[in-house]
């Protein structure tokens, strides 16, 4: 917990430096203390980056996924756009605002594009065989999928579809 005097310069460097990026978790309680928080949905990769943990990697992919009409309703969206552990975000929901928030999980099996047969990915609701056909011929003539955002960009997927299917693959 940071102490009066901690308060009042990480209150300072907060409002000034619109780029700092925060610490720890007594830091993210300041902020949010002070009512700052990040619109999931209209951040900048600035804005993501400052964030404790997010690589300058993740903040684009969440950017451009942004960007291609991909909505975040819930950390779980953000957990599975960036292929993480739920619990490894878990401290920073509080400075996320969350614009149209929905409380439901996807429970069902993840597959990796990288590795599935065609059989797989005719598995998750909203590919069909053609999809399927192109994901594992993509993968063999591009290689690997790096993460969602090169998924997306390789199949040249619309951003609804995408939205759909981060619940149900990873990289």
Not at 1 to 24: E, G, H
Request: net charge neutral.
């Amino acid at each position: 917990m940071l102490n009066w005097l901690q308060f009042q310069a990480l209150r300072t460097r907060l409002l000034s430096d619109p780029y700092y990026r925060l610490q720890s978790t007594d830091e993210i309680a300041a902020a949010v203390a002070l009512g700052i928080q990040i619109d999931v949905n209209q951040a900048s990769v600035d804005d993501w980056l400052r964030l404790p943990g997010l690589s300058i990697h993740q903040a684009r992919s969440l950017v451009e996924l942004g960007r291609s009409g991909v909505q975040f309703y819930c950390l779980e969206d953000i957990a599975a756009a960036l292929s993480l552990p739920l619990q490894r975000l878990k401290p920073l929901e509080p400075l996320l605002k969350f614009c149209y928030y929905d409380e439901s999980i996807c429970t069902t099996q993840r597959i990796n594009p990288n590795t599935a047969t065609i059989e797989m990915l005719m598995q998750i609701p909203a590919i069909d065989l053609s999809l399927a056909q192109a994901v594992v011929q993509n993968r063999i003539s591009a290689g690997p999928y790096r993460n969602l955002v090169d998924f997306q960009r390789r199949l040249s997927l619309p951003g609804h579809l995408t939205a759909q299917l981060m619940h149900h693959i990873y990289f």
